[in-house]
């Protein structure tokens, strides 16, 4: 960031899914990042589970793990192909002092938009967009938001190859 900040005029982050997750941790912390486009977005850090099966956070700062939501290990997903939404809303329900200690202190950003699909199967991306939203404005902040109604967890920008890889899931 700062080397970017040395040659650029602003530093804008862009990330999906677990990316804007990082996108959003990154400028809370980084107050050269001036704005954040967070696709299929999260207000709070989630866990990331090793290949062993422990949960442990995905980010750090300055060497110290990032606060997480943990995985409620009896939520199944949902569906064939998996949908993953209802393991990620059970696990937040379960954990309100692990979410609360997870937020991602989107205030201390500039300039947040929150692109979110109402059909995301992956993870509640309009809710995590709300909460962002919600949290910025009791500061005074606006937040801008694009919802389509019929999108899932990951856009499609103009020029790009629908995604097929990755791990099998209802997208």
Known sequence: VEALAHDCDRVVLVGTSFGAEAALVTASHTPRVEA??????SDVVWAGVTDQGRQTSHWTVAGDPVPFVPFDESAEPQGDP????SVYRRS???????AAAAAIAVERIAQVLCVAGGDDAIWPSVEHAEAIRDRRLARGLTTERVVDPLAGHRAVLPGEDVVTAGARMAR
């Not at 954040?36 to 977005?41: E, I, K």
């Open 36 to 41: 954040v486009a967070a696709f299929a977005p």
């Open 82 to 85: 998996p949908a993953f939404v």
């Open 92 to 98: 937040r329900r379960r954990a309100p002092e692990a």
